[in-house]
């Protein structure tokens, strides 16, 4: 078995690092992958295919915080509790992901805004690997109102409450609203799930949990 994330974009290099950071002007499709080989002992929990809507403009948005790299994840309703390696860009224009040497791993992109600033901060994880379940296995099991915290280097702890999750087709990934500058501090989780192609070695779906933040201390 083998595991593979990317997350590719068709802009270049630079126009994809602007839509990340809030620049949001023309946007090509942005694909999260993970692949295996052979048989797994368990499918990752699929969330159905869309749990509500993240609104605009939530009511309950915390003031946005200055802008800090953040150092740990927590998850208490899934069970996930991981240190946060920054990821970047590599030269062929995708993003930088956790090696497969390290699923158990979450990665933020550092060219995003960070957790707690203004803007949406993003960080990708695998679903499985083929030495079992990644960092985001249960990913789908989240729904609204539950909560991820996240400390930062500033020693300040970020909450931020779910509003939606969805998993869509990755010929249909929603770059807009995943990548799209919003006015208060918003949360983007992305990893893989669906049925698994063999044909390919890839997960036909993405998964996407959409949070705004709740508190900062």
């Known amino acids: 078995m083998?595991?593979?994330?990317?997350?590719?974009?068709?802009?270049?290099v630079g126009r994809s690092v602007a839509v990340l950071v809030g620049l949001f002007?023309?946007?090509?499709?942005?694909?999260?992958v993970v692949g295996?080989?052979?048989?797994?002992?368990?499918?990752?929990?699929?969330?159905?295919?869309?749990?509500?809507?993240?609104?605009?403009?939530?009511?309950?948005?915390?003031?946005?915080?200055?802008?800090?790299?953040?150092?740990?994840?927590?998850?208490p309703q899934i069970g996930v509790r991981t240190t946060l390696m920054t990821l970047g860009k590599n030269p062929d224009g995708t993003l930088e992901v956790p090696p497969l040497s390290r699923v158990g791993e979450a990665g933020w992109y550092r060219l995003g805004p960070s957790p707690g600033a203004r803007g949406p901060a993003v960080i990708a994880g695998h679903v499985d690997s083929a030495k079992g379940p990644g960092v985001f296995f249960r990913l789908g099991e989240l729904r609204p109102g539950?909560?991820?915290?996240?400390?930062?280097?500033?020693?300040?702890?970020?909450?931020?409450?779910?509003?939606?999750?969805?998993?869509?087709?990755?010929?249909?990934?929603?770059?807009?609203?995943?990548?799209?500058m919003v006015?208060?501090?918003?949360?983007?989780?992305?990893?893989?799930?669906?049925?698994?192609?063999?044909?390919?070695?890839?997960?036909?779906?993405?998964?996407?949990?959409?949070?705004h933040l709740v508190s900062g201390r």
Request: contains cysteine; aromatic residues 6%.
């Open 146 to 180: 539950d909560t991820v915290k996240i400390s930062r280097k500033d020693h300040s702890q970020v909450v931020f409450e779910v509003d939606s999750l969805e998993s869509v087709p990755k010929d249909r990934f929603p770059t807009r609203k995943v990548y799209g």
């Open 36 to 75: 295996r080989a052979g048989d797994h002992p368990a499918a990752p929990p699929a969330p159905p295919a869309a749990v509500s809507t993240p609104p605009a403009h939530p009511k309950a948005t915390a003031r946005a915080l200055s802008a800090s790299p953040p150092v740990m994840l927590e998850i």
């Open 25 to 32: 002007a023309a946007v090509a499709a942005v694909v999260v």
């Open 183 to 211: 006015k208060f501090p918003g949360l983007r989780l992305i990893t893989c799930g669906g049925a698994f192609d063999h044909a390919t070695g890839h997960y036909r779906d993405n998964v996407i949990v959409y949070a």
């Open 2 to 12: 083998r595991g593979e994330l990317s997350i590719r974009n068709g802009d270049q």
